[in-house]
């Protein structure tokens, strides 16, 4: 409990600080985008602390598509890896893509994690740190409307780089509550000019939720709360209710966005064997919403040492049951 009341006063903390800041035109880009809508599976994508916090090895690969068919959508691609190295220790290594209009965004990060685990208690600290190029594309100079020869689209093009650096916990208490804090670009660095200086509002996503597995049904619920303060987008929190089904071989799952682009959205996925296969699909309810198809997402997750385990436990399984029946 002590350790709860010390996370809640750090989230208390990042707020504070968080609305203490203001908002100026030379912030720089929106961290909303490299937020997988599916994060509640996967949370490396989200929290440094999560890397290699299971003895499993996963290799992701992400794609969304938001605001599907309206021009120049943004369109997102995640690939990660992460994975215990050494006792305790975990590493994670993530590149995302990012295409909004002509903006092209690029992000490489590695992370590293400890994680320290009590009879009641898991809890992975972690940082990563992270080189980002921000440019525009050369699509953008076919346009009858853009003078080729000006000096800021020519420096546009060339992009501007920066090192970043993000931390993050990420927990599980008496197997039951999840619960997590990140704090993403804590630390920002213009690398490509000098007599720059990369302003940030400070940002925060805690999430918190909990795990009914005792069903009679055999099914597991995990309803859970993520609660984001990000810069360039207004405060707002995701609701989430996960159901898992089949010992884990089927999941479903509903998610409900409360502020900013207020969405609803749902997702269905499956496992065979190390492969987990995830679709996820949400439409806002603003008016922009008749302008395009809805969110659309798909990840792929390979889950390496886990099956394993997984397979001859559940055979020793079916062969003493069918051992039970035959006397």
Same mark, same amino acid.
């Given at each position: 409990?002590?350790?709860?009341?010390?996370?809640? @006063?750090?989230?208390?903390? #990042?707020?504070?600080?968080?609305? #203490?800041?203001?908002?100026?035109?030379?912030?720089?880009?929106?961290?909303?985008?490299?937020?997988?809508?599916?994060?509640? =599976?996967?949370?490396?994508?989200?929290? %440094?602390?999560?890397?290699?916090?299971?003895?499993?090895h996963h290799l992701l690969l992400n794609y969304r598509n938001k605001w599907a068919s309206f021009?120049?959508? %943004?369109?997102?691609?995640?690939?990660?890896?992460?994975?215990?190295?050494?006792?305790?220790?975990?590493?994670?290594?993530?590149?995302?893509?990012?295409?909004?209009?002509?903006?092209?965004?690029?992000? =490489?990060?590695?992370?590293?994690?400890?994680?320290?685990?009590?009879?009641?208690?898991?809890?992975?600290?972690?940082?990563?740190?992270?080189?980002?190029?921000?440019?525009?594309?050369?699509?953008?100079?076919?346009?009858? =409307?853009?003078?080729?020869?000006?000096? @800021?689209?020519?420096?546009?093009?060339?992009?501007?780089?920066?090192?970043?650096?993000?931390?993050?916990?990420?927990?599980?208490?008496?197997?039951?509550?999840?619960?997590?804090?990140?704090? %993403?670009?804590?630390?920002?660095?213009?690398?490509?000019?000098?007599?720059?200086?990369?302003?940030r509002e400070i940002g925060y996503i805690f999430n918190v939720g909990y795990i009914f597995d005792e069903l009679e049904s055999g099914m597991t619920l995990e309803p859970s709360l993520f609660v984001k303060q990000l810069m360039n987008v207004p405060f707002h929190a995701d609701v989430n209710l996960l159901g898992r089904f089949l010992d884990d071989k089927l999941r479903t799952g509903i998610t409900y966005t409360i502020g900013a682009d207020e969405k609803l959205g749902f997702l269905v996925g499956f496992a065979v064997n190390t492969l987990n296969f995830t679709y996820a699909y949400n439409a806002s309810r603003n008016e922009f919403q008749t302008y395009n198809n809805g969110s659309h997402e798909l990840s792929l997750r390979i889950d390496i040492g886990k099956s394993k385990a997984k397979v001859v436990d559940q055979e020793m399984m079916d062969k003493s049951m069918m051992n039970e029946s035959m006397n």
């Open positions: 409990m002590k350790k709860l009341l010390f996370i809640l @006063s750090i989230v208390t903390f #990042a707020y504070s600080i968080s609305n #203490a800041q203001t908002r100026n035109d030379s912030e720089r880009y929106f961290d909303e985008r490299y937020i997988s809508s599916t994060s509640f =599976l996967n949370p490396v994508v989200i929290n %440094p602390g999560a890397a290699g916090f299971d003895s499993d021009p120049g959508s %943004p369109k997102s691609i995640i690939l990660s890896y992460d994975g215990p190295v050494a006792d305790r220790l975990g590493f994670g290594a993530m590149l995302n893509t990012d295409t909004n209009g002509d903006l092209e965004t690029t992000k =490489l990060a590695g992370s590293l994690a400890y994680t320290l685990d009590t009879p009641i208690n898991k809890i992975g600290v972690g940082f990563s740190g992270e080189y980002i190029q921000h440019r525009l594309s050369g699509d953008a100079l076919n346009n009858n =409307l853009v003078n080729i020869e000006d000096p @800021s689209i020519l420096d546009r093009l060339e992009g501007t780089n920066f090192f970043d650096v993000s931390v993050g916990l990420f927990g599980i208490y008496d197997s039951k509550i999840t619960y997590g804090l990140a704090l %993403p670009s804590l630390v920002s660095s213009r690398i490509d000019n000098e007599d720059s200086v990369a302003e």
